[in-house]
């Protein structure tokens, strides 16, 4: 018998986007080594902008070409299924206009002490920081893959290409370069030790199991029956990891101090992108590798759901800084997304839910890398302005500006004619029809706190008096145009939200390949 | 008799995580992470062992390579923050809150 | 009545076409901001104009009743789609025609504001709101519809809101409004709680598995909704006030088109809601004649020539009204009526705005006279209105008002002789305007110069009173416009014949004669005081409205005040004891909670690894039960 190495059948067209993705980001790094100072920001860019591009239009053309796949690419590493391409288009729009955010908000050299000679001559000479560009497409490579892998260890690898790249991006801010670092470093520390849950989850599944594929730990479930302590705390201490990344709450304590400490276009692009790549990874473990011990941890999804949503409104309500109380805002959505998570009550369901969870994620990345878009306009001599009382009287300054923010907070709260409510109205009747109506209960108990802080920066922001020595409005013509997209993308899934909803109830169809 | 190396194991990563809880020095808080992180590659190969396959040894491989991508970008973290603070004190890193 | 199929394609898949140009084109004018001042009226005048021409394209396809399906809204609770079928295309063929003549005549009218293109875009907002009202295949989107325009009148009310009684006035036309709109909420709600969709099709197909309670009380909720819409009693108040907006405003929201929203609604809604015979049809007709005589009683006794023609366009709407809760043989004249209406009355509008812009916007006709010769164009067109208004034979208005006379004394007599008293009070008081305007002695002030006005108003006024010629003539006789809304509105067991000289119509035409001939003595021959006199108490009556704002403050206002105070105080001691509670504890305990994050990262840590082992703990336990 000889034993011979056959080469692995890898399906490139179904991961061309992935490949696109990395590809662009290696050419990056590689202009940043050699290319001349001044001309890499010339090429980033437009590198940058155009192979997320490519990569939205090949996960189209895949789709065009041979219908929506259902199947595990790369021997089975990589799943290449409906809602991971569903996950892939969004993720690359959601990247696409975050990329657009970046101006100046990024520091000249990262190793220069704030203040010192070298940052002084940097500036002076003009440097500009176009690593960012290749780390944020390594980082939306993780995300993309992150969402679709389809064993555990390419999940783990995923998390960390996508979060390695973030935890130095939180720390380039221009401004304000203390918080960047203690960002950086506090989101550096919380995500390798959540990590390393994650890893030893892992690695106590493998061990119950004898792999790590999803479908064959799901299947080892079914014969086995499920009762084992090796399980249990597996599947727990792996939840950790992906709870820590949607930021639920007991694992949330990490994303205000880091959403507000990190670039404001890096903010977007975590509280857009990276929550919906973790919530792609979180179905695919809870529903696909787990599915079959769904009543073990549907209680404590349910638990955690709750505690999300009710911590994540509350504590917003008395936040001073308009990041935080978008970071805080996000807590509470990840909760409003989880309600739907629980709701599995037969295939129908799931499809049900799914299309819920993905329309949200679509509906409310889009709408809160706008608000952070409005963010990054509103400036102080020193920065952003981001405290409140900053934006007082700004509906009297720059009308336009502050009805658009104030219609983004409008769709976070879920108001009629927004998407918001769309996205709240399929995950809440998912929800419903799951049965989990306490839950929605509570969802809509935290909904109307949440409602409670958003219309409070509205009242701030019409009925009270500007101060005479207000903040400025820069307005960028990239920025502008996002703002501009999410406000119109929030107006047309607010009233118009049917293609959408069809294209993610397609995507959901079939549910996640086993 | 893998077991004990089990046993091992989980003792190793409780270690590690409580010394990301006391420990103050960023590096050395670091460091406790790496050991959760080879406590996990020693329950990969326990099992694969365990099991009769190398996919746990295989990937014990993995974790390390992103265990050392892991160092890189930690530890560049860390120095730029202690060059601007003059502190590797996780505790000083304070004025994110509430 | 014909059912409502599905349909897609063609012209009439199209018509949505008829609500996205004004609704653009009020986006661009509203988002293009100064940019498009230099040609934003005429943009907003060709939004109307292209709908019209899809109105007139859809008019001429086969008759029958499409629906045609947009998008689901929330799947399997609301769609969004159009019921093209007689009764709206008629209504659209209404707002899309006369609305582009006034259009037109504003681009006049308006032409020295320095705001016109921000007028254009509030008016063609206007024209989508009201298309999307009358083109609505379920209540949801009529509701819609129904707000929008009354976003756009309060816009339009207050569109000088420099001056305090003009924003007065669309604050009071709102708040007015919004009672009616609350009993329309309700009778939104129980008719989605009733038959578990707002679609027409499904609801009147189902309404007789209905209770009759629950029938009556949806009737009467929307005839609360009607009547804040619509100015009829008892909230009438707002109109009167509204005539503070433009005069382009007036005649094309406030007499053409969205008062007459209420009669669209309990038409559509006839023959599920209000059945003939039914009690909430005979709170209709009560409503109608009461304010048909109260709106005629008003315009007796207004000076401001614009007041007096609302109070007209009340007492006319209450004609329509009327008709409309005859159940189908008065839903025909209901409509003409109304088309009619809007075609008169928008040229008697429209020629006062005339004689206002000759007149350095005085409003006061005791300060007009003997304009006849100096403004020939508008005094002849508004002749023509006046004479279309008071039933002048072979008028339009005429065939129309008299039919709806005839059928209500078929149906009861007492009706129908206040109807015909209305008529006669109609006669008086419209002469009253006309002599009081163009004839007697000139009484107005030395630097007024009278003059015609250019081409671009005339025109409108000239294309009107045209139709209010013939319009009524051409959609009575041989029971046109009755035949043509049969299938969506259903036919009466007999058609009915016109007959020129009955006894009624006699009777009508001497009443008239008789008030024209009192007002030609008193306003007439005989020199007006350019100071109102005192006059008796009847005089003071109508003046101030039939006390209908004192009665609002006295019945309304003043215990809504008290029991406000009540409610505050009960609000301040108990509820807020409970809420501000409530609110404190959230607060509170946001506050207390937030210093949970301490920033210190190991704390963070701590609530990862304590949170890991709860979470183990919790699925073990779960686990094992």
């Known amino acids: 018998m000889t034993d011979t190495i056959t080469a692995p059948t890898i399906e490139y067209l179904l991961l061309s986007p992935l490949l696109v993705v990395f590809g662009a980001a290696i050419v990056g790094v590689l202009v940043e080594a050699f290319a001349p100072r001044y001309l890499r920001a010339a090429f980033q860019v437009p590198l940058t902008l155009l192979s997320l591009v490519a990569a939205f239009a090949l996960v189209i053309f895949v789709v065009v070409k041979d219908g929506v796949p259902n199947k595990a690419a790369a021997m089975g590493a990589v799943a290449a299924d409906g809602p991971a391409l569903f996950i892939w288009g969004t993720i690359l729009l959601l990247a696409f206009v975050s990329v657009l955010l970046i101006g100046d908000d990024f520091v000249p050299s990262a190793v220069a002490v704030p203040g010192s000679v070298e940052e002084e001559r940097a500036v002076s000479e003009g440097a500009a920081h176009t690593e960012v560009y290749p780390l944020v497409l390594f980082a939306v490579g993780g995300m993309l893959l992150f969402a679709a892998s389809n064993d555990l260890l390419v999940m783990f690898v995923a998390l960390e290409v996508m979060s390695l790249p973030l935890y130095m991006l939180c720390g380039l801010a221009r401004r304000r370069r203390l918080l960047s670092q203690e960002a950086a470093m506090k989101y550096f520390l919380l995500g390798a030790f959540s990590s390393a849950f994650f890893l030893y989850g892992t690695a106590l599944l493998y061990g119950y199991a004898g792999s790590i594929d999803l479908s064959k730990i799901s299947t080892s479930l079914s014969s086995v029956g499920g009762q084992d302590s090796l399980l249990f705390i597996g599947a727990a201490v792996l939840g950790v990891g992906l709870f820590f990344k949607i930021g639920a709450v007991p694992f949330q304590m990490w994303k205000p101090d880091v959403y507000q400490g990190a670039p404001t276009p890096i903010t977007a692009l975590m509280a857009s992108g990276t929550l919906v790549a973790a919530f792609g990874a979180l179905l695919r473990v809870f529903w696909v590798a787990l599915g079959n011990l769904e009543w073990d941890w549907s209680p404590v999804v349910w638990a955690v759901a709750i505690l999300t949503m009710v911590v994540g409104a509350i504590l917003a309500i008395t936040q001073t800084d308009i990041k935080r109380m978008l970071a805080y805002s996000s807590i509470a959505h990840a909760g409003f997304i989880l309600t739907a998570v629980v709701a599995t009550a037969g295939a129908k369901q799931n499809s049900l839910a799914l299309s819920g969870i993905l329309f949200y994620l679509v509906a409310y990345g889009l709408t809160t890398v706008g608000a952070f878009g409005v963010v990054t306009m509103v400036r102080d001599p020193g920065g952003e302005a981001w405290h409140l009382s900053r934006w007082a009287g700004l509906g009297k300054r720059s009308p336009k500006l502050a009805m658009v923010l104030a219609f983004f907070l409008l769709a976070m709260a879920g108001i009629p004619l927004t998407s918001g409510f769309f996205a709240k109205y399929a995950v809440f009747s998912a929800a419903v029809s799951g049965g989990a109506v306490a839950l929605v209960v509570v969802g809509v108990v935290a909904s109307a706190i949440a409602a409670f802080f958003y219309v409070r920066v509205i009242v701030l922001m019409f009925f009270s008096d500007p101060a005479a020595d207000g903040p400025s409005i820069v307005m960028p013509i990239a920025t502008r145009g996002v703002v501009g997209f999410a406000a119109l993308a929030t107006v047309v899934l607010g009233v118009f939200p049917q293609p959408v909803l069809d294209l993610a109830s397609k995507a959901a169809q079939s549910l996640f390949v086993r | 008799m893998t077991t004990h190396y089990l046993v091992l194991s989980a003792l190793l990563f409780a270690i590690g995580g409580v010394g990301v809880l006391v420990r103050r020095n960023a590096i050395v808080v670091f460091m406790c992470v790496e050991l959760m992180l080879n406590a996990c590659n020693l329950a990969f190969v326990t099992f694969a062992r365990q099991h009769g396959n190398l996919d746990g040894q295989v990937i014990a491989f993995f974790v390390m390579i992103v265990a050392a991508a892991e160092v890189v970008v930690g530890l560049a973290i860390i120095v730029t923050i202690f060059r601007t603070r003059r502190s590797a004190s996780v505790d000083d890193a304070n004025l994110l809150k509430y | ?625």
Not at chain 3, 129 to 139: C, E, F, S, T
Not at chain 3, 587 to 616: C, D, E, H, N
């Open chain 3, 1 to 625: 009545m014909e059912p409502i199929v599905e349909h897609s394609g063609g012209v009439i898949g199209a018509s949505w076409l008829m609500i996205a140009f004004p609704l653009a084109s009020a986006a661009i004018l509203l988002l293009g901001g100064r940019r498009t001042n230099a040609w934003g009226h005429l943009l907003g005048v060709f939004a109307p104009v292209a709908s019209f021409v899809v109105a007139v394209m859809c008019f001429l396809q086969p008759s029958g009743r499409y629906d045609v399906g947009l998008y689901d809204f929330i799947p399997g609770v609301a769609k969004v789609g159009l019921l093209i079928d007689p009764l709206s295309i008629t209504f659209a063929l209404l707002i899309t025609g006369v609305g582009s003549l006034i259009h037109i005549y504003s681009i006049g009218y308006m032409a020295h504001d320095p705001e016109r293109r921000r007028f254009f875009a509030y008016l063609n907002l206007f024209v989508a709101a009201m298309l999307l009202l009358v083109l609505a295949d379920n209540y949801l989107v009529l509701f819609l519809g129904w707000e929008g325009v009354g976003l756009a009148s309060y816009l339009l009310i207050g569109f000088w809101q420099f001056k305090p009684t003009a924003a007065t006035a669309a604050k009071k036309a709102f708040v007015v409004n919004r009672v009616g709109d609350f009993g329309f909420l309700v009778g939104l709600f129980t008719i989605f709680a009733t038959f578990g969709t707002f679609a027409f099709g499904p609801v009147f197909d189902n309404a007789a598995k209905a209770s009759n309670g629950t029938l009556t009380a949806i009737g009467i909720m929307l005839l609360i909704g009607a009547c804040g819409k619509s100015a009829q009693l008892p909230l009438q108040s707002w109109l009167l006030d509204a005539m503070e907006g433009p005069t382009p405003v007036s005649a094309l929201i406030h007499a053409a088109t969205m008062v007459t929203a209420g009669v669209y609604l309990v038409v559509r809604s006839g023959a599920a809601f209000f059945p003939e015979g039914a009690t909430a049809s005979l709170i209709v007709t009560i409503v109608g004649v009461a304010t048909l005589l109260a709106g005629a009683i008003i315009g007796t006794a207004k000076d401001d020539i614009k007041k007096a023609l609302a109070g007209s366009t009340m007492s006319q709407i209450g004609y329509m009204m009327l008709a409309a809760g005859l159940g189908p043989a008065g839903y025909a004249f209901a409509i003409a009526h109304l088309l009619t209406h809007g075609f008169f009355k928008a040229d008697l509008f429209l020629g006062a705005g005339s004689v206002m812009h000759a007149m350095k916007d005085e409003v006061n006709m005791r300060r007009y006279g003997a304009l006849r010769a100096l403004m020939p164009v508008t005094f002849i067109t508004f002749f023509i209105g006046y004479l279309a208004i008071i039933g002048f034979p072979l008028l339009s208005g005429y065939f129309t008002k008299d039919g709806i006379i005839e059928t209500a004394m078929d149906s009861n007599a007492i009706l129908g002789w206040l109807a015909v008293i209305g008529a006669g009070i109609t006669g008086f008081y419209m002469s009253r305007v006309v002599f009081m305007t163009f004839f007697g002695s000139k009484r107005w002030a030395d630097d007024v110069h009278p003059h015609e006005s250019p081409s671009v108003m005339t025109w409108p006024l000239i294309i009107l009173s045209i139709g209010s010629i013939f319009l009524g003539g051409y959609l009575i006789l041989s029971n046109r416009l009755m035949v043509y809304l049969g299938p969506a509105v259903g036919l009466p067991e007999a058609l009915p014949q016109f007959h020129p000289f009955s006894p009624t119509g006699l009777a009508t035409l001497a009443l008239v004669a008789l008030g024209a001939a009192i007002a030609w003595v008193r306003y007439g021959s005989a020199e007006v005081p350019q100071v109102a006199p005192r006059g008796s108490f009847l005089t003071t009556f109508a003046r101030r409205d039939l006390y209908g704002d004192a009665l609002n403050e006295a019945l309304l206002m003043r215990p809504g005040q008290w029991l406000t105070r009540l409610a505050v105080w009960f609000d301040n001691k108990g509820v807020d004891g409970v809420v501000n509670g409530l609110a404190a504890g959230i607060g509170g305990s946001s506050g207390r909670l937030r210093r949970i994050q301490t920033g210190f990262v190991r704390s963070y840590a701590l609530s990862i690894f304590v949170g890991a082992a709860v979470l183990v703990g919790a699925w073990y336990v779960v686990g094992n039960l």
